[in-house]
């Protein structure tokens, strides 16, 4: 499947037997499209026991979730979300963490589907059947905060951080209040919302451009943000226009300015 498809694209292979419709939004306006299933990012598709927000689910954990969403081995998925793009293109890179590449992600999301005129409805489909989904965890793809930490001396990789300006430079506060801003030495910056246009990605060649201002090659890329989620905004919109790095850094700010601040109050 393509990384991407249109509202247009998904409304004409609705039918298809083996497509799985995935609303992965965090927040809801009372709408959804038809045969849509709910991907709970707040409860199924994360590690709740984890300290830091939005933590990779383990993988047996993940594998049961998609099996009781009646995910099969060969399911093809779309996956959207109300926002536009926001949560749905981490639902898609948790996949591919997972060995499963044959997703793609809804352009515009529920909103394009709307302005298509396409139909909607108030809730969503309750599989009646388990799926026989399995889990087969690439574990290259996460990068801890001590592959970070190694890496401000060895750069190996630059870490691509999707957060405000303001909150990479240090001069806006964080929506964690108890977190100081700022930003992992020698990382660079990419404002999630630089790679969109009204709820959309931008073009392939436009987001060519903004990685090559940002991104000296053949350097691999990590990406960050605050807690994983507008991390994965930015990875896939690397995957569309400029090269398919698919490592994150899970525990992004949240962990790195945490353990950070640990390590000083202890000394």
Same mark, same amino acid.
């Given at each position: 499947?393509?990384?991407l498809?249109?509202?247009?694209?998904?409304?004409?292979?609705?039918?298809?037997?083996?497509?799985?419709?995935?609303?992965?939004?965090?927040?809801?306006?009372?709408?959804?499209?038809?045969?849509?299933?709910?991907?709970?990012?707040?409860?199924?598709? +994360?590690?709740?026991?984890?300290?830091?927000?939005?933590?990779?689910?383990?993988?047996?954990?993940?594998?049961?979730?998609?099996q009781?969403?009646?995910?099969?081995?060969?399911?093809?998925?779309? +996956?959207?979300?109300?926002?536009?793009?926001?949560?749905?293109?981490?639902?898609?890179?948790?996949?591919?963490?997972?060995g499963?590449?044959?997703?793609?992600?809804?352009?515009?999301?529920l909103?394009?589907?709307?302005?298509?005129?396409?139909?909607?409805?108030?809730e969503?489909?309750?599989?009646?059947?388990?799926?026989n989904?399995?889990?087969?965890?690439? #574990?290259?793809?996460?990068?801890?905060?001590?592959?970070?930490?190694?890496?401000?001396?060895?750069?190996?990789?630059?870490?691509?951080?999707?957060?405000?300006?303001?909150?990479?430079?240090?001069?806006?506060?964080?929506?964690?209040?108890?977190?100081?801003?700022?930003?992992?030495?020698?990382?660079?910056?990419?404002?999630f919302?630089?790679?969109?246009?009204?709820?959309?990605?931008?073009?392939?060649?436009?987001?060519?451009?903004?990685?090559?201002?940002?991104?000296?090659?053949?350097?691999?890329?990590?990406?960050?943000?605050?807690?994983?989620?507008?991390?994965?905004?930015?990875?896939?919109?690397?995957?569309?226009?400029?090269e398919?790095?698919?490592?994150?850094?899970?525990?992004?700010? #949240?962990?790195?300015?945490?353990?950070?601040?640990? #390590?000083?109050?202890?000394?």
């Open positions: 499947m393509k990384t498809v249109s509202a247009t694209w998904l409304h004409q292979h609705m039918e298809k037997p083996n497509l799985v419709i995935l609303d992965a939004s965090s927040t809801t306006n009372g709408r959804t499209i038809p045969k849509a299933r709910f991907a709970d990012l707040d409860h199924a598709f +994360v590690d709740a026991s984890s300290p830091f927000p939005n933590t990779v689910p383990k993988p047996e954990q993940f594998e049961l979730a998609c009781n969403l009646g995910i099969d081995q060969d399911s093809e998925i779309v +996956v959207f979300d109300t926002k536009g793009i926001y949560t749905s293109p981490r639902v898609w890179w948790l996949f591919q963490l997972m499963h590449s044959n997703i793609s992600v809804l352009d515009g999301g909103p394009a589907w709307i302005e298509n005129g396409f139909e909607t409805v108030t969503h489909l309750k599989p009646t059947k388990k799926g989904f399995k889990s087969d965890y690439q #574990t290259d793809m996460v990068v801890t905060f001590d592959q970070i930490k190694a890496n401000i001396d060895r750069q190996k990789f630059v870490v691509v951080d999707a957060r405000s300006a303001g909150r990479f430079n240090g001069t806006a506060p964080e929506p964690r209040k108890h977190l100081q801003s700022g930003s992992i030495p020698n990382s660079v910056n990419l404002p919302e630089d790679v969109l246009d009204n709820g959309k990605y931008k073009s392939a060649d436009e987001l060519n451009k903004l990685f090559q201002g940002i991104v000296k090659e053949p350097q691999e890329m990590v990406f960050s943000c605050g807690s994983g989620i507008t991390a994965s905004i930015i990875l896939l919109a690397s995957a569309i226009g400029y398919k790095s698919l490592k994150l850094y899970d525990g992004s700010w #949240t962990e790195w300015a945490e353990l950070n601040q640990l #390590t000083t109050d202890n000394k």
